[in-house]
């Protein structure tokens, strides 16, 4: 087992973004108070990263003996991942900036019984969220989902879901003075904490029954070689790992902290929870199970359907009784996932394999636009009100007042809804085809249900902004980073509604340039000396 | 011409886009301009189209151009191609056509109106969908056309959104429409899963082949055809047109009655080659069609708002396209939905002429009522001659009188209809057009005819549209005249040149075609005859009860009062549709449903929408905030999912 | 009588249900997350048994980076009760409900 330089490129994006943390730290130390050079220096490292991204794209190979791949899959996905951090990093400012002005006590709050607490000390001694900090968070969380989504050994997987989510649960409670973000930490630590418990079980059980593998493809063959014969502790490991990751992805019955999680915490990094981590354990999922262990389809399909059903009907039912627009998109995301979980199962058919998780890819790239555009439009007009809240009540009327606001939050609605021609229709044409193809007609036309229930909720936003009188002025004030990112948003989202083909051909091509990294030298597991000495 | 075909969709995007962008800045007059020029040259490049493709062997009638590769998946790929043949080069003609003139009117309808860009670049959006729904070569094209104009109608119906109810209504609208969409959606995914296609050349060639089973296009014409009532307005999807009457009149008439309500229509003809393989969604379709027919007339018979009563005629007689289609005459039917986009067209724009006329005098006279109902209404023949004169001929038209336009498409239909082997279809579509020829003449001599029936301070202030809205009343008025001529049939010694003309565009089902109905000259005429006089007839009893004797309504209606309520309660379909839907909620539990309160609103759509938010509501209870609860249920959730895997 | 696999999988397995009964009966936070370390021990158990019998090192190392991440989980953790704690004075998850719905 020999280290191969090279291999340093599979991580070269990881590193960057591990240097920009760091980086941003240091800065805020020696210059405190320069909010616009610490999200300079972060976004920039963030285009560094993606530069760096395309610049490791390669032959499909694996790294560091087979724990993580270094593919097209990965290149693509973490230009998603680093796109997603560089518009959250783009729209936090504002809304750190707005944090720091306003009463660092939420106005709204209903704390019963005590009243709250003076917000709690921080060194140096100000209220309020420290900038530098947070963008490392955020910069660390990206970092891992990178990981998680190249990972190919279960080694690697566990420490890019952790790494990813300690980072996170600490950004979602980055407010202490405001009890709601408080509130959403703990519980998006608790259930998340309690949900990796099963994911290592899950990991425990298909080492032990797969002779000791902990790399994808030699799990994937053992379990090959098990045959019929697959123990029943195979069954239940993989059963525990898929939860594990079906929790990342908020998938029904495993979703219930994130409606919580995505009110109670700041809106940019719910906006980048709703997608990042999303994309990540899903491409977790296309390795894991569209890849490894599709043998094991017949296992674990039916239980997916039925996830993927859930998730999608329980989302959109739900969704439209919010009042809340976070909590609405919560919903809404949690309908997302379901469909997307489509392409999941699409992937464990092995013709439609690439096919599946292209249209996955696809997907992804709409959601991420027009999801992060309406989350984007949630901040801007929460800020506009004096209580900083977000209710759906909020946006009677703006059509009027702030007509390219309004056409722009309208474009998103529709697009989410799966209208056409948005980003978003193609995003379930492709998804949807890819399920026909493999045979999930029944799950699609749940999906395509699904798809018209959810015109309700999202169109209800559209008649608010647009058919009804507005109660009172608002005034909405956009930065350019803000336009900036709500410009990102709209113009993708209609060129890829009008014009899909070149993403879906990059998609295609990140697909098919998949690797199946093994080990070069695996330990010999009918030599018992190697194993004897290190128990001495 | 057939090389720049895209110019004709995209000169009204542009239109939408300048008007849509800069139209506060631009000001009323240029947005006008812009909005209605737009749709102007569309219509000189479909008529330059038509002439290019008239110049052209009748068998090379077909240019299919495709512009780049539009998106490519797999095995799905899907070029932006147009397609231009006879059946698409008419739809260009009419949509554009009278998209022009209604632009035209609406410049003075609008006028002054707070909403003026909004409301031309919505409409420069819609005609652009709708010209891309004729012209694509493919479904998918076909189906972002068919959402786009959904969208705009919808934006449309609510334009005016300071009344909740309109809003209501647009929202309605789209939301039936997005009911009949999914079943459209799923037969675009059938379609592709059964042909592995998803343009209309791969389907038709597989089609003309076709040795597969029967069962599979059986579902997907069916999934197409539900679609096609959402859009079209049929049984059991047609709850939604009523009330979109809410919508700027010129908007009704644009899109409720000529263009987007019969997008429908087009989509069964142009997928005549899969409908002519499933006989038995034909027979369904023939009659969902004619039921439609029938049922929309008779609830038009006691109709008192005159935007109503021409909603339900529009529901009637898209129900006689659709018979059309359904015995297998398509180019009958779709010779019906020109002559109807015109009359239809005229008769709405007329009936924006009598409101904006009688708005006028509201406002003057400082009062408030409704504008609509044609009991307050009355003698208006010598204040608006104009539209009196074009309202008489739309009404003559669609009454289906000889030599107007109406008479020659319609009775093909019924003829189609006999010969075709429905003879019950034909005679239930021969009773309906006589109900027409009824409810229109009482409409018309309601309106028109008689002393005014309103406040006398009003009646001075009554008068004539300006010129920019009667000049396209009367253009209208010719084209509902001599609309038709191109139809007239051989026993009258035409040459049915419009059906000659459409016929390669239906060259392969009528190959596939089962249905031969025998021909005989004499039965034509007998058919003729009796539809004709069955519309006279109609007149007659119109005449006899509303100008000779107004009493007699009264007095028959108080003899049969059940039917009378019956039907002006439309049958009761948006209280059935409520019932049902509280029964069903009832069954969810009494208790939750009092607790919840949620008042029983409008329909079944409301309902529906209603049961799903009542489910919401259930549901996110579950969501009860503690995270031991949530921990409980994936505990739950683990033991079902690992406890499914390992005892499978 | 041997002592083989199986009995530190059960071992294993009952620590992993007890961890669970606690995540699920109790509700101090603290008491919570401590039952959250008892079900990644179990776990760890489960990886060195199977390690220790296949024979195979891998396990072993896995359940290094676990003990690693379990540290730093409780790092996060508690400072996340902490602050809780400041806005309730108490760490009782019960109390912990603004958000539902």
């Not at chain 2, 191609?81 to 059946?87: A, T, V």
Request: aromatic content about 12%.
């Amino acid at each position: 087992m020999t280290f191969n330089p090279s291999d340093l490129w599979a991580v070269a994006p990881e590193m960057v973004v591990l240097a920009v943390a760091l980086a941003v730290i240091l800065i805020e130390l020696l210059a405190t108070r320069r909010e616009g050079v610490l999200q300079g220096v972060a976004a920039v490292g963030l285009l560094a990263v993606m530069a760096v991204a395309v610049w490791s794209l390669g032959r499909p190979t694996g790294a560091f003996n087979g724990m993580v791949a270094r593919d097209g899959l990965t290149v693509f996905v973490k230009l998603l991942l680093a796109g997603v951090a560089l518009l959250a990093v783009l729209m936090s400012r504002d809304y750190l900036m707005g944090l720091d002005k306003s009463a660092p006590t939420g106005v709204r709050e209903e704390v019963k019984g005590n009243p709250p607490l003076p917000p709690p000390a921080i060194a140096g001694g100000e209220a309020g969220v420290r900038h530098g900090e947070y963008y490392a968070l955020l910069l660390l969380a990206t970092c891992g989902m990178m990981v998680l989504a190249s990972a190919t050994n279960l080694v690697t997987l566990f420490l890019g879901i952790e790494t990813m989510s300690l980072a996170l649960y600490v950004l979602a409670g980055i407010r202490p003075e405001r009890p709601r973000s408080g509130e959403a930490a703990l519980k998006y630590f608790l259930l998340g904490a309690f949900s990796t418990g099963f994911l290592l079980y899950g990991m425990a059980l298909i080492y032990g029954t797969t002779g000791g593998q902990t790399n994808l493809s030699m799990i994937s063959k053992a379990v090959a070689d098990l045959g019929d014969g697959a123990p029943v502790m195979l069954f239940a490991g993989v059963g525990l790992l898929m939860v594990g990751l079906l929790f990342k992805v908020a998938a029904v019955p495993f979703h219930f902290w994130s409606p919580d999680v995505y009110q109670g915490a700041p809106t940019p990094v719910t906006a980048f929870m709703s997608v990042g981590p999303k994309a990540a354990a899903l491409m977790a999922f296309i390795r894991l199970f569209g890849w490894a262990l599709p043998d094991l389809a017949d296992v674990w399909g039916p239980a997916l359907w039925m996830v993927a059903a859930a998730t999608m009907t329980i989302g959109n039912i739900v969704a439209i009784a919010q009042r809340d627009i976070k909590r609405m998109l919560a919903y809404s995301s949690i309908a997302h996932a379901g469909y997307l979980l489509i392409g999941v199962l699409a992937a464990g058919s092995p013709g439609v394999r690439s096919a599946a998780t292209a249209s996955m890819l696809f997907y992804l790239v709409a959601y991420f636009l027009m999801n992060i555009g309406a989350f984007t439009i949630a901040i801007l007009v929460s800020r506009a009100r004096p209580d900083g809240d977000y209710q759906i009540d909020d946006y009677q009327g703006l059509g009027a007042s702030h007509p390219y606001l309004s056409a722009a939050m309208a474009l998103f609605m529709i697009s989410l809804a799966g209208i056409p021609p948005t980003a978003g229709f193609f995003g379930k044409l492709y998804l949807f085809s890819a399920g026909v193809n493999a045979g999930l007609v029944t799950l699609v036309v749940i999906a395509v249900l699904n798809s018209v229930i959810s015109v309700y909720y999202y169109l209800r936003i559209v008649v608010y902004m647009l058919m009804r009188p507005q109660p009172s002025p608002v005034e909405v004030r956009i930065s350019p980073a803000m336009t900036a990112v709500v410009l990102v948003c709209v113009v993708g989202v209609i060129k890829f509604g009008v014009l899909p083909g070149s993403m879906m051909d990059w998609a295609r091509s990140g697909a098919e340039n998949m690797a199946q990294p093994t080990p070069q030298v695996v330990v010999d597991v009918n030599d018992p000396s190697q194993i004897r000495q290190s128990d001495r | 011409m057939s090389n720049h075909l895209y110019l004709i969709p995209l000169l009204p995007l542009a239109g939408f886009l300048i008007n849509g962008l800069l139209g506060r800045k631009l000001g009323d007059k240029a947005v006008g301009f812009i909005g209605s020029a737009v749709i102007g040259i569309a219509f000189v490049l479909s008529v330059a189209a038509f002439v290019e493709l008239l110049g052209l062997p009748v068998h090379e009638r077909h240019i299919d151009r495709t512009f780049f590769t539009w998106l490519a998946a797999g095995s799905l790929e899907v070029p932006f191609g147009l397609l231009l043949d006879p059946l698409s080069a008419l739809m260009i003609l009419v949509v554009s056509g009278v998209s022009f003139i209604i632009h035209i009117y609406s410049i003075g309808y609008m006028h002054g109106d707070p909403g003026y860009p909004r409301y031309f670049s919505f409409l420069n959006l819609f005609v652009f969908f709708m010209l891309l729904l004729v012209l694509g070569d493919n479904y998918p094209i076909m189906f972002i056309g068919w959402e786009g104009v959904g969208l705009c109608s919808y934006l449309l119906i609510g334009f005016w959104f300071t009344d909740e109810a309109r809003a209501t209504a647009g929202k309605k609208a789209f939301i039936v429409n997005r009911v009949g969409d999914f079943g459209f959606l799923i037969g675009l995914f059938l379609i592709f899963a059964t042909f592995g296609t998803l343009s209309y050349a791969g389907v038709s060639e597989q089609a003309r082949y076709w040795v597969g089973p029967g069962s599979v296009i059986f579902w997907i014409t069916l999934c197409m055809f539900f679609g096609a009532t959402g859009k079209s307005a049929q049984i059991p999807l047609y709850v939604w047109l009523p009330d979109a009457m809410a919508g700027p009149t010129p908007v009704s008439a644009l899109i409720h009655a000529a263009t987007m309500v019969t997008a429908g229509v087009y989509m069964v003809a142009r997928n005549s080659f899969l409908f002519a393989l499933a006989p038995a969604t034909l027979s369904i379709i023939a009659w969902v069609g004619v039921l439609t027919a029938i049922f929309a007339a008779t609830i038009a018979l006691v109709n008192n708002d005159i935007k109503k009563v021409l909603a339900y005629s529009t529901i009637s007689q898209l129900g006689y396209m659709f018979v059309g289609c359904g015995v297998g005459a398509y180019a009958a039917g779709i010779t019906h939905l020109m002559t109807h986009a015109f009359f239809k067209a005229l008769l709405f724009l007329g009936a924006g002429s009598v409101i904006h006329a009688i708005q006028h005098a509201h406002e003057r006279a400082g009062f408030v009522g409704d504008p609509q109902d044609i009991r307050y209404m009355g003698g208006l023949r010598r204040k608006l001659p104009t539209t009196y004169w074009t309202f008489a001929v739309a009404c003559v038209a669609i009454a289906g009188i000889p030599p107007f336009s109406g008479f020659f498409s319609k009775d093909e239909i019924i003829w189609r209809s006999f010969a075709g082997g429905h003879p019950a279809v034909g005679v239930v579509a021969m009773i309906a057009a006589g109900l027409t020829a009824f409810y229109m003449f009482r409409l018309l001599y309601l309106t028109f005819h008689g002393g005014w029936r309103g406040r006398r301070d009003q009646a001075d202030h009554l008068h004539e549209s300006p010129p920019v809205m009667t000049m396209p009343l009367v253009v209208l008025g010719l084209l509902s005249i001599v609309g038709g001529w191109v139809a007239i049939p051989h026993v009258l010694g035409g040459g049915m040149r419009l059906e000659h003309f459409l016929a390669p565009s239906f060259r392969i089902a009528e190959e596939l075609s089962v249905m031969h109905g025998h021909h005989s000259v004499s039965a034509e005429y007998l058919v003729m005859i009796l539809s004709v006089a069955l519309a006279v007839g109609g007149i007659l009893w119109a005449r006899a009860w509303y100008i000779r004797n107004p009493e007699a309504p009264k007095r028959a209606l108080a003899r049969a009062k059940w039917l009378y309520r019956l039907l002006l309660n439309k049958y009761y379909v948006d209280e059935i549709y409520d019932y049902a839907f509280v029964q069903t909620t009832l069954a969810f539990g009494d208790g939750a449903w009092r607790w919840f309160d949620i008042p029983i609103v409008d329909g079944l759509v409301n309902g529906l929408a209603k049961l799903v938010g009542w489910m919401g509501m259930v549901i996110r209870r579950v969501q009860t905030g503690l995270v031991s609860n949530y921990a409980l249920m994936m505990a739950i959730g683990i033991i079902l999912v690992v406890g499914y895997m390992v005892w499978k | 009588m041997t002592v083989g696999l199986s009995w530190y999988l059960w071992l294993s397995a009952l620590l992993f249900c007890i961890g669970v009964a606690g995540v699920l009966t109790r509700r101090n936070a603290l008491i919570i997350f401590m039952s959250i370390e008892l079900m990644l021990n179990a776990v760890n158990l489960a990886f060195i048994s199977f390690g220790r019998y296949l024979p195979n090192i891998d396990g072993q190392v896995f359940v290094f980076f676990v003990m690693a991440v379990a540290a730093a989980e409780v790092a996060v953790g508690l400072a996340i009760i902490v602050t809780i704690f400041r806005h309730k004075e108490t760490v009782d998850i019960d109390q912990v409900n603004l958000m539902k719905w």
